[in-house]
């Protein structure tokens, strides 16, 4: 069982910011686009943004276009998600997700509530 374990969820006031970073095993991640997802309560996971293994592709829901930046840190076999200006909308349990081969990999997830 692959773990990817995130962190640095918690709760911010809106306008607030957050960076959350997800590490994987190097087996993994060397090899994988590496992503983050959302779930709201009663809603279905979506994918928030995603990064290409090299990092020079990135791509973002039109949500957190602007506000969002995903980037990875290959000799650290992390991700990061810096997240600005968050809005209460942006309340939800944040997934890393790995992809390597066509093979999903999940994290645990970790919560971030933004307040008004």
């Known amino acids: 069982q692959v773990q990817l374990v995130e962190s640095g969820g918690g709760l911010v006031l809106a306008g607030g910011s957050l960076r959350l970073s997800c590490v994987a095993p190097?087996?993994?991640?060397?090899?994988?686009?590496m992503a983050w997802y959302r779930q709201a309560p009663g809603k279905q996971r979506e994918l928030v943004a995603d990064?290409?293994?090299?990092?020079?592709?990135?791509s973002y829901v039109d949500a957190v276009q602007g506000r969002f930046t995903i980037s990875r840190d290959n000799a650290k076999s992390t991700v990061y998600l810096q997240m600005n200006s968050l809005k209460p909308e942006d309340t939800a349990v944040y997934f890393c997700?790995?992809?390597?081969?066509?093979?999903?990999?999940w994290g645990q997830g970790t919560q971030v509530t933004v307040s008004s």
């Open positions: 997700n790995a992809v390597q081969w066509g093979i999903n990999h």
């Open positions: 990064i290409s293994r090299n990092g020079g592709i990135t």
């Open positions: 190097r087996s993994i991640f060397s090899t994988s686009t």
